[in-house]
């Protein structure tokens, strides 16, 4: 983590080489020259990082912000979840909150590499579930409003349910490559069975 401490370190540098040099020489071409100098060298010293390390932190950088933004709309989903007056689709909801969480975690975990896409792909069906349930609760508090709101709400408590559905399908998919490897340590945890060499 010392590579955030590098522009800051080294813009300090710089102010401080570009106020030394000035103050002992007076002169406006080198005190910039020197001070450029002494910011790169320090930035380039505190910052060790190779392109492909700088790169992946950039992409890991990128995937945390997609998941923050995702677990944001997730949480206000959550709180409008309370509102929902049948319990199967409060129910329904309230799974979803809690495997998709689950989900960023285990891939994060398990393939780093695939964050971005996932938490891409997830927070744009987050986007549209809360656009879902704000519907619904407007259907919910004032059906009159609408034709066949029974239906309505109805298609809005099977859409809660295949999200929901969907999220542990993906987390269950994520446990696949773990299970691979869980059944071929079963097979290794005891040792075979040893001859009885008392008899």
């Known amino acids: 983590m010392r590579h955030r401490l590098a522009a800051p370190v080294a813009l300090a540098a710089a102010v401080a080489a570009f106020a030394g040099v000035f103050a002992l020489t007076g002169s406006l071409l080198w005190s910039p020259l020197l001070a450029t100098a002494t910011a790169l060298g320090l930035y380039l010293m ?46 329904a909801l309230q799974d979803a909150c809690r495997y998709v969480p689950e989900l960023f975690d285990r891939v994060r975990d398990r393939s780093p590499d695939s964050l971005y896409s996932t938490a891409a792909q997830v927070g744009g069906h987050l986007r549209s579930l809360d656009g879902v349930i704000r519907q619904y609760l407007d259907i919910q508090r004032q059906p009159v409003l609408y034709h066949d709101p029974e239906r309505l709400q109805r298609d809005g408590e099977v859409a809660f349910r295949r999200f929901a559905d969907f999220a542990l399908d993906s987390v269950r998919l994520v446990n696949q490559g773990e299970i691979a490897q869980y059944t071929a340590n079963l097979d290794t945890v005891a040792p075979p069975s040893l001859p009885d060499l008392g008899r």
Do not use: F, Q
């Open 46 to 91: 505190v910052d060790d990082r190779t392109a492909a390390k700088i790169d992946s932190d950039s992409y890991a950088d990128d995937a945390n912000a997609r998941v923050d933004e995702a677990l944001r709309v997730l949480r206000g989903i959550e709180r409008l979840s309370r509102d929902v007056g049948h319990p199967e689709a409060r129910r």
